[in-house]
């Protein structure tokens, strides 16, 4: 057996052409379009080539990119009160805060001061309450891209035993939420169901497995049920290279499907995130 492709580069495109679209149809019948702030503080290389391929993204689809840039030193409490003119700001829909941060820096409490409606990332508080209801709209982008996968492919949910291996609030949490809401019976694996040696057993009866805990290779071909969807959200630097959480070669040949890396999650997320941001803006003109 050799596994379906779940090419993440011709989803991005799809849904980059469909973003596109319609906010130009916003545009021409509003006048406006979306406004993100993009807050980035230091020089870390990462954050800086990350933030360049947002603005690449959002000037793509159409979406007002400005990039605020904070020095290393700034205080807490200068950057919660950048994040308060930004919310009071009518002309922004939507703000984000580039990591990684200088260790003085708490994201946490940075996050959770950014309005509710214009936390593009979905990770606040009341955001993440609301995706317990499911009453929001501004799903935490990883965990969005997984469930974009899954609709595209066209991977019925109902029913099917999903297993996803992390549990962190960025994408094991959510999914856990999402998923649910698709009628799947959910298990979340981590560090202490592998500890009791439980973990290949829980794997091995999935009809869909993610795996999303940062290590190279850690899932292994016969740990999965032949014809499972295998959804890598691993972003690991092996000998110069980029590698999944799964062992590619040896899931390749057991899964129905699979995601690659790079080009599955990844460029999906970033797309994600400027979906949110049209989400915001409509959230606040819109409605």
């Known amino acids: 057996m050799s596994a379906q492709l779940l090419d993440g580069k011709v989803l991005t495109e799809v849904l980059k052409e469909n973003l596109k679209k319609e906010i130009g149809d916003i545009k021409s019948r509003q006048g406006k379009g979306p406004v993100v702030v993009s807050i980035l503080t230091g020089e870390d290389p990462s954050a800086i080539s990350y933030a360049n391929s947002q603005k690449k993204i959002a000037e793509a689809v159409g979406i007002d990119y400005r990039l605020k840039n904070l020095p290393a030193s700034v205080s807490q409490d200068e950057f919660k009160r950048l994040i308060h003119e930004l919310n009071c700001d009518q002309a922004v829909h939507a703000i984000l805060i580039n990591k990684p941060l200088p260790p003085h820096i708490e994201y946490s409490v940075l996050v959770n001061n950014i309005s509710d409606v214009k936390d593009v990332e979905g990770l606040n508080l009341i955001n993440i309450g609301k995706l317990f209801f499911g009453k929001t709209k501004l799903v935490p982008c990883t965990a969005a891209a997984v469930m974009e996968h899954l609709r595209f492919a066209k991977i019925s949910l109902r029913g099917k035993e999903v297993v996803i291996i992390g549990r962190s609030e960025i994408v094991g949490k959510p999914l856990m939420l999402l998923l649910l809401a698709e009628n799947a019976t959910v298990t979340v694996c981590h560090s202490a169901t592998d500890a009791a040696g ?24 016969d740990w999965v049920k032949p014809g499972a ?13 980029i590698v999944g959480d799964a062992d590619y070669e040896s899931v390749l040949k057991v899964a129905g499907a699979i995601t690659p890396v790079p080009g599955g999650v990844g460029p999906v997320t970033s797309i994600m995130l400027m979906k949110n ?5 409509k959230q606040k003109i819109l409605n």
């Open 229 to 241: 969807v295998v959804v890598d959200v691993g972003i690991n630097r092996v000998d110069g290279k």
């Open 277 to 281: 941001v049209l989400e915001a803006f």
């Open 198 to 221: 439980k973990l290949v057993e829980h794997v091995r009866r999935a009809d869909v497995v993610i795996v999303a805990i940062g290590q190279a290779g850690f899932l292994k071909g």
